[in-house]
């Protein structure tokens, strides 16, 4: 099977020096000064009983369109009235069908932490989710050299972003350290897009006692919610048990009250 992420980074690159055509770095830069402080979803997540960060995502690259014709003013005020801890927003538009647009377009309407979700590469990518009002970016581990995470880990900072870390192997602890806000286990091979739920749990002892864990993908039964708290975690990420159904937070709110 081909590399799906050596694919999506490669479309990165391309997108991003285009878009620095279009509107350079410095521009971005000189456009940063009134945006307000940040919501700390790292705090959001530590505080929550539930943890849930409900995803918004209209598609994949290894199933095609979830739904389609999503719409983002709908859905994620009602995932916040069922009871979401922080909220994902997909941004890649070739692969997963959003765009910034959803986070810009949502952000006066909602007051829990919003995460960028993205396949960042580049310091530009942390500015425009500072200007469209994310207040957390995530930084993925198998996407970046160790020496580049830690950059823009410390640029995202700077704007007043938290950074999610995403991991997915033994490999990739060596990433970990304390300047990272929360570390999230994918459960999902970004190269084949394989999702092995005991991931999580494999990874889990090996971190240290006080990491904020994020558990992401192939979460759908609240009893495996209850086991990976068990194991540690505060965080789970989850979009396509949600979205693939008529009224995703509807779905969201009985999900939780099946938690507690």
Known sequence: ?????????????????????????????????????????????????????????????????????????????????????????????????GSLKDIRTVRPLVDIPILRKDFIIDEYQLYQAK???????????????????????????????????????????????????MVGINNRNLGTFITDIENSFRLAGQLPQDTVLVSESGISNPEVVKQLQANGFRGFLIGETFMRTPQPGETLQSFIQSIQ
């Open 131 to 181: 200007i469209v009002g994310a207040d957390a970016v995530l930084l993925i581990a198998a996407a970046l050299e160790k020496d580049k995470c830690q950059q823009l880990t410390e640029q995202a900072h700077i704007l007043g972003l938290e950074v999610l870390l995403e991991i997915h192997s033994t490999e990739e602890l060596s990433y970990i350290n304390k300047d990272v806000d």
């Open 1 to 97: 099977m081909k590399d799906i992420l050596s694919e999506i980074i490669a479309n990165k690159r391309f997108e991003v020096d285009l878009q620095k055509q279009t509107i350079s770095l410095e521009q971005l830069q000189e456009g940063i000064g009134d945006i307000p402080m940040a919501r700390s979803m790292k705090q959001a997540l530590s505080s929550s009983s539930s943890g849930i960060i409900a995803e918004f995502k209209r598609r994949s690259p290894s199933k095609g369109w979830i739904k389609q014709d999503a719409c983002p003013e709908k859905i994620i005020p009602s995932y916040v009235a069922a009871g979401a801890s922080a909220l994902s927003i997909l941004t890649d538009e070739k692969f997963f069908g």
